[in-house]
């Protein structure tokens, strides 16, 4: 099946770090530039991160920017999203999304089932 | 960044009703646009791309439309599980990406 599963969501504390994964399967998970998007509690889309297909380029929300790290790991077929100083604002749910190409084109035809990030105290 | 509208932010009708949602972009995005279907709990689903490119499996009640800065999604003939948030999204240029506000659908 062609698929994302996220994993890693839990509760944490404020200024705490927590490392999301996303497993791919089904395609050339190594062909595709990947992102990350979160939803807060009752809120609209936020686009969060991308990496090109190589891993050698990144982009940030500016919301982020400084506290998460987009990385992949081609050979595990496997993306991360590595949270650190978190926010009560950064309370969410977390999709891993595929992009239809290598690197900067955000349409986004396959999705995650989601992870859900709390930070609270 | 591109800035994106779109209204109404809600909307109720009943099934077999058309419904049109619009989307406005702060700049001229020629034919980048996208259209995400969210049901209740679930993950997004892309429906459209390139403002009228149906995706494989979409239903072909979905349509959209439109050029420029102003776009249109039309859900003809609507189904109860047509009930959704839907979201619009500019597709060209570099990162950072936004999406639409998104507007919430409910079926009388």
């Known amino acids: 099946d062609v698929q994302l599963v996220e994993s890693g969501g839990d509760l944490v504390r404020p200024g705490g770090s927590l490392r999301l994964s996303c497993e791919a399967s089904g395609f050339v998970f190594s062909s595709y530039a990947m992102n990350w998007v979160r939803q807060a509690p009752g809120k609209g889309l936020e686009w969060v991160a991308v990496?090109?297909?190589?891993?050698?380029?990144?982009y940030y929300a500016d919301s982020v920017k400084g506290r998460f790290t987009i990385s992949r790991d081609n050979s595990k077929k496997t993306l991360y999203l590595q949270m650190n100083n978190l926010r009560a604002e950064d309370t969410a749910v977390y999709y891993c999304?595929?992009?239809?190409?290598?690197?900067?084109?955000?349409?986004?035809?396959?999705w995650g089932q989601g992870a859900l990030v709390t930070v609270s105290s | 960044d591109i800035q994106m509208t779109q209204s109404p932010s809600f909307v109720s009708a009943s099934v077999g009703d058309r419904v049109i949602i619009t989307c406005r972009a702060s700049q001229d995005i020629s034919s980048w646009l996208a259209w995400y279907q969210q049901r209740p709990g679930k993950a997004p689903k892309l429906l459209i791309s390139?403002?009228?490119t149906l995706q494989v499996g979409v239903p072909s009640r979905f349509s959209g439309s439109g050029f420029g800065t102003e776009f249109t999604l039309t859900i003809s003939s609507l189904q109860p599980e047509d009930s959704s948030t839907y979201y619009c999204q500019p597709t060209n240029g570099f990162p950072p990406y936004t999406f639409g506000p998104g507007t919430k659908l409910l079926i009388k």
């Open positions: 999304t595929k992009a239809r190409a290598f690197a900067w084109l955000p349409i986004f035809d396959l």
């Open positions: 990496i090109n297909d190589s891993a050698d380029r990144t």
């Open positions: 390139g403002a009228s």
